[in-house]
Structures are given as structure tokens and as C-alpha cells.
């Protein structure tokens, strides 16, 4: 990891998160070579040790990158070139009105995007999502979770203390994730 003005814990939860991103991703993904990819959220691409892009830059795909900061985007595609690789495109676009065609992609990927939206823009971002995914196409969906004790109570100190730099919506249930999930298929 290249960002060594984190603590060291912090760094290492990060590698260990990337980790299980890129199994989860061989898992869930299938065969890469060749799809085309988005990834909806650029943060740990331009300041993380827990990104996973470039790795999926690497597999012979062609990986579009979208964030609603245009900054944060610019940052990761600067970035990119430290780890060899480059963007087929990113954008600077609301996940609400996503800037691509419909059936644009054979695989999403949604880190942490739609927890940071109010329900109902996260009902919307749901149907944009599906818009633009081919309909033979996989979404990785992934939300702050409700079900995880340390991760709530570490959410509702945030809140309390106004320390976390970015507004954040709610935790979902497992049972709330997959009812927004189908509400919108």
C-alpha cells in the first residue's frame, strides 16, 4: 500500500478488505476477460490501501470508473498510472442519473455508494443501476452493515461526534438490502 500516513491497523484492514474484494470478485465475476466493468465509487482508488480496481484493469477488461466527485476521479486516474494501468473512461456522475446507455455493462460493482444516499435516492440509484446493467450482467451491491455490532456502534459515535467527512444514510439489514435490491428488479 502506497498511503503510509494512515496507521498502520487501519492500513492493514484495508489490504486485508481489497483481499476479499478480488476473491469475492473472481467468485461472483466469472470470467473478467473481456466484460466490461463499473465501479461506482472511486475513494479507495484515489486515496485507499483497500482499492481493486486497478487490479480488475489488469484482467483484461475494460473498466469505467464513476464518482460524483470529480476530483476523487481525477485523483484515481493520476493514481492509476502508479500500478501500470490506466481507465478505459471515468465520469464524474450521480449514481442517480448515471451518465452511460442502457445495458452499458456486464458487471457492477457498488462499494459503499448507496449507503450514503436517503432511501429513496437509493431506490432510484437501484433503478439506474439496473438500467445500465446488461440483463445477463452481475451487480455487486455492498452496504454498510447493520448485522456487524462494532461497525454500528462505530457508525453512531461518527454521527454523534460529526467526525466522518461524508454524509451517510443508514446501516442496512440484510433483509433491507435484498428488499431494495428487488423492489427494483
Not at 494512515?6 to 478480488?22: D, G, M
Request: proline share 2%.
Amino acid at each position: 500500500c502506497d498511503n503510509t500516513k494512515s496507521p498502520i491497523l487501519e492500513r492493514n484492514i484495508a489490504v486485508y478488505k481489497r483481499s476479499e474484494h478480488i476473491k469475492l470478485l473472481k467468485k461472483w465475476g466469472g470470467s473478467l476477460k473481456g466484460k466490461k466493468i463499473l465501479k461506482t465509487d472511486l475513494y479507495e482508488e484515489a486515496f485507499g490501501c483497500d482499492h481493486f480496481l486497478y487490479w480488475l484493469l489488469k484482467q483484461n477488461t475494460y473498466v469505467f470508473g464513476m464518482d460524483i466527485s470529480y476530483k476523487i476521479g481525477y485523483k484515481a486516474m493520476l493514481r492509476a498510472g502508479k500500478f501500470n494501468t490506466t481507465f478505459n473512461n471515468c465520469v464524474s456522475s450521480d449514481v442517480i442519473n448515471c451518465a452511460y446507455k442502457d445495458e452499458s455493462f456486464d458487471l457492477i460493482i457498488s462499494n459503499s455508494t448507496l449507503d450514503n444516499l436517503i432511501a429513496s435516492n437509493a431506490s432510484q440509484a437501484m433503478n439506474e443501476l439496473h438500467r445500465i446493467l446488461k440483463p445477463s450482467g452481475t451487480l455487486i451491491l455492498t452496504l454498510d452493515n447493520r448485522h456487524n455490532p462494532l461497525y454500528v456502534l462505530g457508525y453512531y459515535i461518527e454521527k454523534l461526534l460529526n467526525t466522518n467527512k461524508y454524509y451517510q444514510s443508514k446501516c442496512y439489514s440484510v433483509k433491507e438490502a435484498v428488499r431494495l435490491a428487488k423492489q427494483n428488479n
